[in-house]
């Protein structure tokens, strides 16, 4: 490490940071330039841009672990690079090349490298990739042109609580339409769940649980983060549906909760109404890690899982094993972990 960088590293929030070094990309004509690292964070872009007044933009979210032995991970960054393919041609964003994708975190993750907290704080880098469309449109059609960029900043817990359990409260509204743009991630679903998550922190809870926008019956997203649950008879459930963002750590945890926890996992619905078959119940995604429920409000009802104040035996082992992972701790399945 070359600088030091002098920060409360135990304590970090998930909040953004300016660090030294972001990688960005254009496309123009057609095509992407080379990229290069750069140290401006501001981005100048014509008022007429898609991304300004149509929402014609994707990002990612992904992170780097410093490991006991100084090295560098990410945890399945292909995965990221794919999911980021399918929402910008969701969209009608030209594809940022795969290989591309993940060399380019690589190269922001070296660049900043004194930004990644220490092994032991229990921080990491979280690691931001965006597509925006530019250029002067203003009519309801695709950008001209195009810009990627990377930037990456130190973060701890998303959810206060960490591995303390927290509560969270059934929404009204939708985050997204049946067919709509909730397997993409896009920031259109992101605005439209701020008004909700507003309500939701306002009466003390971490966030708010959507149900599925056709009948409001089953549950879909933990805020940004995928909802999963232990049945009594030890099954990891986790929804299915197309209107979820398919969530990189969810997929994971349904690999390790059959193949290293020996459990029989499932994408099934999960009834609002029929949360007494859980004994555990959590929200996982790569800003949540794994952050275990304490009880969810839905109407007038409260309904407590494990304890409002104990994780729970296998959610506990769950994040032993994905942290454990993603610090090299444990053994990662073939291809998961990438070193920097
Ligand atoms: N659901 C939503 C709405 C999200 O924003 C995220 C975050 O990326 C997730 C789920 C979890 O996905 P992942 O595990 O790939 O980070
Ligand atoms: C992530 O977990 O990477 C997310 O994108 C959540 C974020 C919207 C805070």
Redesign the pocket.
């Known amino acids: 490490m070359t600088k030091k960088v002098d920060l409360d590293w135990n304590n970090l929030g998930f909040s953004y940071i300016k660090t030294d070094y972001r990688y960005i990309s254009y496309y123009k004509d057609g095509e992407w330039d080379n990229g290069a690292l750069v140290e401006d964070n501001v981005l100048h872009i014509s008022e007429a841009s898609t991304a300004l007044h149509y929402g014609q933009q994707a990002f990612e979210?992904?992170k780097a672990y410093r490991c006991k032995d100084g090295s560098i991970n990410l945890f399945r960054p292909d995965?990221?690079a794919a999911?980021f393919a399918r929402s910008c041609t969701r969209l009608l964003m030209p594809e940022f090349p795969q290989e591309r994708f993940v060399e380019a975190i690589k190269e922001v993750v070296r660049a900043n490298e004194h930004w990644i907290p220490p092994y032991g704080t229990g921080g990491s880098l979280y690691i931001r990739p965006l597509m925006i469309g530019v250029g002067d449109t203003i009519g309801v059609s695709p950008a001209p042109e195009y810009i990627f960029t990377i930037f990456v900043m130190p973060v701890g817990a998303y959810f206060k609580g960490g591995l303390t359990p927290t509560s969270f409260v059934v929404s009204e509204y939708d985050?997204a339409a049946p067919v709509g743009t909730g397997a993409a991630?896009v920031g259109g679903?992101?605005a439209a769940s701020l008004l909700p998550g507003k309500e939701a922190k306002k009466r003390q809870f971490s966030d708010c649980i959507y149900l599925d926008p056709l009948t409001h019956t089953k549950i879909e997203?933990v805020?940004?983060?995928?909802f999963f649950g232990i049945t009594k008879d030890n099954q990891f459930i986790t929804p299915y549906s197309p209107s979820?963002?398919?969530?990189?750590?969810?997929y994971s945890l349904l690999w390790l909760a059959e193949h290293r926890l020996g459990m029989v996992v499932k994408e099934a619905d999960v009834f609002i109404d029929k949360l007494d078959e859980f004994t555990e119940a959590g929200a996982?995604?790569?800003?949540?890690v794994i952050s275990p429920i304490a009880g969810i409000q839905n109407g007038e009802d409260f309904h407590v899982f494990y304890s409002e104040t104990e994780v729970g035996p296998v959610t506990r082992r769950l994040y032993d094993e994905l942290v454990g992972i993603q610090y090299g701790n444990v053994e990662a399945p073939e291809g998961w972990i990438q070193k920097v």
């Open positions: 979210g992904l995965q990221n999911r985050r991630k679903n992101y997203e805020g940004a983060a995928n979820i963002l398919p969530s990189i750590t969810k996982c995604g790569t800003a949540a």
